[in-house]
């Protein structure tokens, strides 16, 4: 009898140790693998896609972690957003993929759930602090809100601004114009490096790439924007500039006579002499010889 219910004892209890294993292995887990400098990825930075570039180089200098919420975000907008959005979150799932497959690049993708019900940016943030791990963004706000917290942000967007050029005043440069801006008769463009730039005069040439000259740049924490209006606009002002300033002939001005130089008037003189000499010669020859 004692035999019979240490056994039953014994079977109750590795039921008990295996449903437990079970889930466990089935629930979400917040705790990163990798004993390396973790670095979370939001949505904005794999959207963005400057994040393979950087990765391909070795700047990052640890393992970049993707959480399950926000590849569980892209593939919401994927499927449910408009145009614009399915397309960058399609985007998006594909730099996770080249990122997985990239050599020398540890990527883990952590199993925190597929939905973060108070949020995508909140679930970083609480993993971050978690983990001590560091956030990569471009998400202006995810930035604030996280440098408030104490938590490490790397910003692609000032990185990009420590290594980029400065676009002076004057400088061309052809834009791509792909949508409307702020006003009606602008239009807006993006450098390679995703620099905003706005071009007055130009929302007729949406879809064409235009040769543009700056007229200034703003610096931001969000990023550089700048202005700029069409090359070819700016020569034709130039050129009515300089016919305007180019000196007319007056109007209902007489043509002015020429004199003939009193040098002029005797050499004249002379040659009629010659010739009137040499016909009478030629009638002196002529009577001569008859």
């Known amino acids: 009898m004692n035999n019979t219910i240490e056994l039953l004892l014994v079977a109750v209890t590795l039921v008990i140790l295996g449903e437990v294993t079970y889930l466990l292995t089935k629930l979400p887990r917040s705790s990163i693998?990798?004993?390396?400098?973790?670095?979370?990825?939001?949505?904005?930075?794999?959207?963005?896609?400057?994040?393979?570039?950087?990765?391909?180089?070795?700047?990052?200098g640890g393992t970049l972690?993707?959480?399950?919420?926000?590849?569980?975000?892209?593939?919401?907008?994927?499927?449910?957003g408009d145009p614009d959005k399915r397309t960058r979150a399609r985007y998006g799932l594909d730099v996770v993929s080249e990122l997985q497959s990239m050599p020398g690049v540890e990527v883990e993708l952590l199993q925190d759930g597929s939905r973060a019900k108070e949020g995508v940016d909140n679930q970083l943030l609480k993993l971050a602090k978690e983990n001590n791990s560091a956030i990569c963004t471009i998400d202006f706000n995810?930035?604030?809100?996280?440098?408030?917290?104490?938590?490490?942000?790397?910003?692609?967007?000032?990185?990009?601004?420590?290594?980029?050029?400065?676009?002076?005043?004057?400088?061309?440069?052809?834009?791509?114009?792909v949508q409307k801006g702020q006003d009606n008769h602008q239009a807006v463009g993006y450098l390679p490096d995703g620099t905003l730039v706005v071009v007055e005069q130009a929302s007729s040439q949406i879809g064409q790439t235009v040769q543009v000259e700056v007229t200034r740049s703003l610096q931001t924490a969000a990023g550089k924007m700048m202005f700029a209006r069409k090359a070819e606009a700016q020569q034709q002002k130039q050129q009515v500039k300089q016919s305007r300033n180019t000196p007319r002939a007056p109007q209902n001005q007489k043509p002015v006579r020429?004199?003939?130089?009193?040098?002029?008037?005797?050499?004249?003189?002379?040659?009629?002499?010659?010739?009137?000499?040499?016909?009478?010669?030629?009638?002196?020859?002529?009577?001569?010889?008859?």
């Open 142 to 177: 995810l930035n604030k809100v996280a440098v408030v917290e104490g938590i490490q942000v790397l910003n692609i967007n000032e990185l990009a601004q420590g290594l980029r050029m400065a676009h002076l005043p004057g400088e061309t440069m052809l834009v791509e114009l």
């Open 33 to 60: 693998k990798s004993r390396q400098r973790a670095i979370l990825l939001d949505t904005s930075v794999l959207i963005d896609g400057r994040i393979l570039g950087i990765a391909k180089s070795g700047f990052m």
């Open 65 to 80: 972690v993707i959480p399950r919420s926000v590849v569980g975000e892209l593939q919401f907008l994927a499927d449910n």
């Open 258 to 290: 020429q004199q003939n130089h009193p040098q002029q008037r005797r050499s004249g003189t002379a040659q009629k002499r010659q010739r009137v000499d040499h016909e009478s010669n030629l009638i002196d020859l002529v009577q001569s010889q008859q």
